[in-house]
Antibody, heavy 119, light 107 residues
Framework: QVQLQESGPGLVKPSETLSLTCTVSGGSIGSYYWSWIRQAPGKGLEWIGYISYSGSTSYNPALKSRVTISLDTSKNQFSLSLRSVTAADTAMYYC?????????????WGQGTMVAVSS | DIQMTQSPSSVSASIGDRVTITCRASQGVSSWLVWYQQKAGKAPNLLIYDVSSLQSGVPSRFSGSGSGTDFTLTISSLQPEDSATYYCQQLNSFPYTFGQGTKLEIK
């Protein structure tokens, strides 16, 4: 079955760029939409944005000026780049798949990776 | 942005109880309403999509209903493993938004 795995640094300095990768295994990255979602400690869920199998993107306006999501179909991966981070970007970051057979809901999630922003 | 408001923020119930969680959208979301369950330290898990469709593998004691702006998640007979935080989400328009969550505790 399809599985997602996030990877990247667990600590990023303020003003630097947070970079994470989500690796898709057990299936192709093609034909789906792929999202990043984050959750600050003790808080709720925030959708960051998505990328489609064709490379089209949509971002949360609250983060749009700092976010880029990209796709590498040859590696079955998609990535998140968040620039100029502050302590407010400290969160668990999840990647997830929008499922065609699940009303475009996020039917498969990675386990998440915790990123702290601190000097 | 569409604001999603859940109530209650927390609830405590006994095994076998019927539990209802409400989600209200600030504007209509058609049928683009889903529910997730998140257990402590885990990623969210999809329970319900399209307001009332049960995701494969989810126990039938979970059900969803509603329309327009008002939606409900119901657990018909609470089980110990249902202790979790539940989130609604709208997929009607960007940005996708979630409710603030409802924490369900077992008495």
């Amino acid at each position: 079955q399809v599985q997602l795995q996030e990877s990247g640094p667990g600590l990023v300095k303020p003003s630097e760029t947070l970079s994470l990768t989500c690796t898709v295994s057990g299936g192709s990255i093609g034909s789906y939409y792929w999202s990043w979602i984050r959750q600050a400690p003790g808080k709720g869920l925030e959708w960051i944005g998505y990328i489609s199998y064709s490379g089209s993107t949509s971002y949360n306006p609250a983060l749009k000026s700092r976010v880029t999501i990209s796709l590498d179909t040859s590696k079955n991966q998609f990535s998140l780049s968040l620039r100029s981070v502050t302590a407010a970007d400290t969160a668990m970051y999840y990647c997830a798949r929008e499922g065609y057979n699940s009303g475009n809901a996020f039917d498969i999630w990675g386990q998440g990776t915790m990123v702290a922003v601190s000097s | 942005d569409i604001q999603m408001t859940q109530s209650p923020s927390s609830v405590s119930a006994s095994i076998g109880d019927r539990v209802t969680i409400t989600c209200r959208a600030s504007q209509g979301v058609s049928s683009w309403l889903v529910w997730y369950q998140q257990k402590a330290g885990k990623a969210p898990n999809l329970l319900i999509y399209d307001v009332s469709s049960l995701q494969s593998g989810v126990p039938s004691r979970f059900s969803g209903s509603g329309s327009g702006t008002d939606f409900t998640l119901t657990i018909s007979s609470l089980q110990p493993e249902d202790s979790a935080t539940y989130y609604c989400q709208q997929l009607n328009s960007f940005p996708y938004t979630f409710g603030q969550g409802t924490k369900l505790e077992i008495k």
